[in-house]
């Protein structure tokens, strides 16, 4: 029988992360300029609104492809009832010094587009395999422009050369925006829920806010978006999960 069949006691509820940085809860100190993690990230705040226990194996720089051969071992090992898949922000990336470099060169992502495809479609099926429940989440939108300033160092010279490959700032977002569209299309192919984290996001008319200055990872406002979607989603679709059977970060 499907456990989402059943009610399940307080404590026999597992939840796994399966995802990058993001998901790690690294944020951008702006005052140091160097990356921390924030102790109120997006999963530590669903643990406390959340029946049963949380294990977050996301790490800081993960791909699909790194993280999935992780995911096979921490599944087979702790056997969650639910596995949280969040990817594609590295995924998408290039290795902008090379391209600041070379701007006349090939340059290929981390992950090739149709690779993240595959791979994506295999991780669910895995699961799936497995008697657990996969759900996906969307990518929170990025800020081309701070974006474009970070990876090129606020160097002239990188500036001009990658912009030179890239033809258009905007072409960043648009380049996120397809590894997105994957994510939806295979939870539509795979029969899959998922979490709409970057509709949570465009609705505010200033998303970027929520954003830190290097335009990708969100910040702690941020955090409190994607909690909030998360636990919309449970209580649309498992309520009986939540502790209090409100949801809400009040």
């Given at each position: 029988?499907?456990?989402?069949?059943?009610?399940?006691?307080?404590?026999?509820?597992?939840?796994?992360?399966?995802?990058?940085?993001?998901?790690?809860?690294?944020?951008?100190?702006?005052?140091?300029?160097?990356?921390?993690?924030?102790?109120?990230?997006?999963?530590?705040?669903?643990?406390?609104?959340?029946?049963?226990?949380?294990?977050?194996?996301?790490?800081?720089?993960?791909?699909?492809?790194?993280?999935?051969?992780?995911?096979?071992?921490?599944?087979?090992?702790?056997?969650?009832?639910?596995?949280?898949?969040?990817?594609?922000?590295?995924?998408?990336?290039?290795?902008?010094?090379?391209?600041?470099?070379?701007?006349?060169?090939?340059?290929?992502?981390?992950?090739?587009?149709?690779?993240?495809?595959?791979m994506l479609t295999e991780a669910i099926h895995f699961l799936k395999s497995q008697q657990i429940t996969p759900v996906l989440m969307s990518l929170p939108p990025l800020n081309a422009d701070n974006y474009f300033k970070w990876v090129s160092k606020n160097n002239p010279e990188a500036e001009k050369n990658i912009l030179k490959w890239l033809g258009s700032v905007t072409k960043i977002y648009w380049w996120q925006e397809r590894y997105n569209s994957t994510i939806l299309k295979v939870s539509e192919m795979t029969k899959t829920k998922y979490i709409d984290v970057r509709g949570a996001f465009l609705e505010h008319p200033d998303y970027t806010k929520f954003l830190c200055s290097d335009g990708i990872h969100p910040n702690q406002a941020g955090h409190r978006i994607i909690c909030e979607k998360v636990l919309e989603f449970v209580k649309n679709n498992y309520q009986h999960l939540l502790r209090d059977h409100h949801g809400g970060l009040a």
């Open positions: 029988m499907n456990w989402e069949n059943q009610e399940l006691s307080n404590a026999s509820a597992k939840y796994m992360i399966s995802g990058d940085s993001i998901s790690k809860g690294v944020i951008l100190d702006e005052v140091r300029n160097k990356y921390v993690l924030l102790e109120d990230n997006y999963v530590s705040l669903l643990q406390d609104k959340l029946k049963g226990a949380v294990r977050n194996t996301a790490r800081f720089g993960n791909t699909l492809i790194k993280g999935m051969s992780n995911l096979k071992k921490d599944v087979l090992k702790d056997k969650p009832n639910i596995v949280l898949i969040e990817y594609g922000g590295n995924d998408c990336d290039f290795n902008w010094n090379e391209i600041a470099d070379n701007p006349d060169g090939e340059h290929s992502p981390k992950t090739d587009f149709n690779m993240f495809e595959k």
